[in-house]
């Protein structure tokens, strides 16, 4: 299973756009990225996955460059509520394993 | 929908003492996953279940064992509880095989005294 690397905090300004990258250098083919949310007392909820270049949906962009080595989740105009720990996980699509490690995810905290 | 259910929410033990903790999923889920959150910290893999009957090691198993009692059910037994198992456990539930979006519980608070 890849490694991820994410920054351990960010800070941010409600209506700003938030940018969390995480690196996975060695990913590998049948890879994908998907991004999970977790508010205090809660369990984490899936938010986006992605293979390639960009996915949107309701909630969130997700960015992954040609190498696939890094991806960024983006946060439009974030509010108060979307100070969360945010989770970047590798996985193998349809892979025998379910493995997942988490990590220690990116805590972001969102002042007024 | 009721998802990822977990019993009990809260817990308080003495050292040495042990307990199962309950969880069951109705979405048909093959995978079901027991991980732990200490304060401040992000969640570990205790085990997990690839389908019904499999079980595996995660990445902090010591101390702990656990049962998948049919394809509903997966169950986190700490035969005598330490302080150092003081922790927050999320159950969680997914289709087979990586990549399928995982659902986890509201969590069980455990105190071990």
């Known amino acids: ?112 | 929908n009721a998802g990822v259910t977990q019993t009990p929410k809260f817990q308080v033990l003495k050292t040495g003492q042990s307990m199962t903790l309950q969880c069951a999923q109705d979405m048909n889920h093959n995978s079901m996953y027991w991980y732990r959150q200490d304060p401040g910290m992000g969640l570990r893999l205790i085990y997990y279940s690839a389908s019904e009957g499999t079980t595996d090691k995660g990445e902090v198993p010591n101390g702990y064992n656990v049962s998948r009692l049919n394809k509903r059910e997966f169950s986190l037994r700490l035969e005598s509880a330490a302080p150092s198992q003081t922790s927050v456990y999320f159950c969680a539930s997914s289709e087979a095989g990586g990549g399928n979006t995982i659902y986890f519980g509201e969590g069980s608070w455990l105190t071990v005294v």
């Open chain 1, 1 to 112: 299973l890849a490694k991820t690397t994410q920054p351990i905090s960010m800070d941010s300004y409600e209506g700003q756009e938030v940018n969390i990258t995480c690196s996975h250098n060695n990913i590998a083919t049948n890879d994908y990225i998907t991004w999970y949310q977790q508010f205090p007392s809660q369990g984490p909820r899936f938010i986006i996955q992605g293979y390639k270049t960009k996915v949107t949906n309701e909630v969130a962009s997700l960015f992954i460059p040609a190498d696939r080595k890094s991806s960024t989740l983006s946060l439009p105009r974030v509010s108060l509520s979307d100070t969360a720990v945010y989770y970047c996980l590798v996985e193998t699509y349809g892979g025998a394993t379910n493995k997942l490690i988490f990590g220690t995810g990116t805590l972001l905290a969102v002042q007024p």
